[in-house]
C-alpha cells in the first residue's frame, strides 16, 4: 500500500484515470463534474442522497479529482483556469495528449491542441460544447458497479439504462477538426473552417455528422459565412490512395457508398445554446433563407427530393437536446416544416418511403408474373396432357387404353421395327395370346414329327424353305433335306440351288450332250483315217 501511495499520492485507481484521458483527450478542456458524468455516470445516482448539490457534486466527482491530482504529479494534465461558475477546468499536457492518443486508438497527429488558455475567458463555448457532448451520448450507469447499492438507488439508475439510447461513446467525438479549403490536413490554408464537434458512429447509424455550437452570440449572416466555407471544404477533391479523384473529406472518413443518383455532402447540425442576446428561432429563420442554394434539393415526381451535392443542415436547441436526447422530435431539417428526430432529420424518409413502395410494387408484380407464368405453364401442362391422352393407344383386344408402362414397352424402335410381339394389345390379352399361340406351335409339332428328321444338323443353310433358281418352284421337304449343309459347310448336292426336277433336267441333258459328242469325234476319226489311206494309196498309183 505504501508503495502505491508513492505512485498515486491521491489514491486513483486505473478506471478513473482512464476516463479522465479519454474524456479530455476528446473534449480537449472539460471540468470535473463532466469527466464524471461522461467516465463513470453510475456515481451520480450513488450519491443523490446528499442532502445538498455542492456535496453531492463534491461526492461524486471526488474519484476523479483524485486520478487529476495523481495525474497532475506525473504531468499528464494540468488546471486551466476555471467557468463563470467557478468550476476548475482541466486540460492534458502534450504529454497526457500522448497517453490519452492510446486510451483514443487515435494517432497522436490527430488529437489537436492541449486547449491551454481556454479557460481564461471561461470557456462558455467549451463549456456548451461539453454539453452538447454528454446531451447526443446519454451516457448510461454500470448497473454491475450499483449491486451493493441500496434499492432506490438501483431504480433509478435502471431507469436512466432503460431510457433512450445516446449515439456513439466518448471516442466517437472529435473536437477541434481542420477542414480546409486550401493546404493540407497538418497545415490548413486560410478559407477553411474548423468543425467544433466531428461525430462519428456508424453503429448507431451515424456514419458522419459535423457539429457546430452558438452560444447566440453570432448572427445569422456570420453562421451563413461558415456554411460556406463547410460548403467548399466539401467540393473540394484530391486524389486518394488508389489514385483516383475524391472528395477531399472522403479521404479521411468513411460513409455508405452513394444510392442511385443522389450523392450529398455530409450532414451539419447546429445546435443554439440561449445565453446569448439573441433569439435562435429568428437566427434560423434568417439563415435558412441565406443558406437556400446549399441545403434546398431537387423535387420528383415519385414524391421526394434528391439532395445530389447538397448539405443536409439540421438546427435544434441545447436545451430540447439535452432534455430528449438524439431519439426526440427536436431536430428541424432546413426546407421541412416539422421536428424529427436526429436520424430522419440526417436522412431522407420520403425517399426511403418512396423505394420502400417501389419495391412492394416491384414485388407485387413479380407476384403477378410468377402466378400467370404458373397459370399458363399449368394450362400447358393440362393441354398437352389432354394430347396424350387423345393419342393414348387401345387394346385391339378388349377395348382398354393402355397404361404408361404398356405404352412405352408397345414403342416402335430405330427404323420403326416394333420392340414387342403384340404392340396392338394390351399387358393381359398379349399374355393371352402368347399363349394360344405356344399352344398351335404344340400342336404342330404334334401333327408333323419327324419334317426335319430325326438327325437334325447343327448348322443348316438355308433358314427358310429355298426356291429353285430355275423355275422358281418351292423345294419339296425332300428336295430341302437332300440340299442341306453337311459337316463344316461342305454342300452334299452338286447343285443346291435346283429343285428335284430340273437337276434331272440338268442330268438327262448333260448326258445326251455328252454322248452326242462322243459320236461326232468317232465319225470325225474316221473320215480322217479315210482320207489318208487314200492319199498314201495316191502317191503308189501315180
Known sequence: MAGKRKTNPAGSTNSYRGDVLRVLGALKVATTDQIQRIGAPHLTFRHADKPTPSKRKQARTASHT?????????????NGGSTGTGDALRNLTPKGLLAASYELNRPVTEMGSTARGAGSS????????????????RPKPNMARLTVDP????????????????????????????????????????????????????????????????????????????????????????????GRERPMWRTRWTTPADRYREAPHPPVLLVFNHIG??????????????????????????????????????????????????????????????????????????????????????????????????????EQAAKKAAEREARRPVCTGCGAKFTDERWEAAQATDWGTPKDSHPHLCDGCKL??????????????????????????????????????????????????????????????PRPSLC?????????????????????EEQGQAVLEQKAGDTWLSRFCG
Not at 479549403?181 to 459535423?210: I, M, N, R, S
Not at 434568417?286 to 427530393?305: F, S
Not at 402368347?434 to 443348316?460: D, I, L, M, N
Request: net charge neutral.
Open 122 to 137: 471561461g470557456a462558455s463555448h467549451s463549456m456548451a460544447v461539453n454539453e452538447t457532448v454528454i446531451a447526443l451520448l
Open 500 to 520: 428335284g426336277d430340273c437337276d434331272r433336267w440338268y442330268v438327262s441333258n448333260t448326258q445326251q450332250a455328252w454322248s452326242n459328242e462322243h459320236r461326232y
Open 277 to 378: 442576446k439573441r433569439n435562435p428561432d429568428r437566427t434560423a429563420a434568417r439563415l435558412i433563407e441565406l443558406t437556400r442554394h446549399l441545403w434546398k434539393g431537387e423535387w420528383q415526381r415519385e414524391g421526394y427530393h434528391l439532395y445530389d451535392g447538397k448539405i443536409p443542415i439540421i438546427a435544434a436547441t441545447l436545451e430540447n437536446l439535452s432534455k430528449h436526447g438524439s431519439a426526440g422530435a427536436v431536430f428541424l431539417r432546413f426546407g421541412r416544416d416539422h421536428m424529427q428526430p436526429l436520424l430522419e432529420a440526417i436522412g431522407n424518409p420520403r425517399r426511403e418511403a418512396a423505394d420502400a413502395r417501389a419495391r412492394e410494387e416491384a414485388a407485387r408484380a413479380q407476384a403477378e408474373h410468377q402466378a400467370k407464368a404458373q397459370r399458363a405453364a399449368q
Open 151 to 242: 434499492l432506490h438507488v438501483q431504480a433509478a439508475a435502471q431507469a436512466a439504462v432503460d431510457g433512450p439510447r445516446g449515439v456513439g461513446t466518448i471516442a466517437s467525438y472529435w473536437t477541434e477538426v481542420p477542414l480546409p479549403a486550401t493546404g493540407t490536413w497538418k497545415a490548413p490554408g486560410k478559407g477553411g473552417a474548423q468543425a467544433e464537434l466531428v461525430l462519428t458512429a456508424p453503429q448507431d447509424q451515424v456514419p458522419l455528422l459535423f457539429i457546430e455550437v452558438d452560444n447566440c452570440h453570432e448572427t445569422a449572416e456570420e453562421l451563413a459565412a461558415k456554411l460556406e466555407k463547410y460548403a467548399r471544404f466539401f467540393r473540394r477533391t484530391a486524389k486518394d490512395t488508389d
Open 66 to 78: 483524485a486520478a487529476l491530482s495523481d495525474m497532475r504529479c506525473r504531468g499528464l494534465s494540468e
Open 432 to 493: 393371352a395370346a402368347v399363349a394360344a399361340e405356344r399352344h398351335t406351335v404344340a400342336e404342330q409339332k404334334q401333327q408333323e414329327p419327324g419334317r426335319r428328321g430325326t438327325a437334325q444338323h447343327s448348322f443348316q443353310r438355308y433358314a427358310r424353305r429355298p426356291d429353285c433358281a430355275e423355275c422358281g418352284a418351292a423345294f419339296t421337304d425332300e428336295r430341302w433335306q437332300t440340299v442341306e449343309r453337311a459337316d463344316w459347310g461342305t454342300p452334299s448336292e
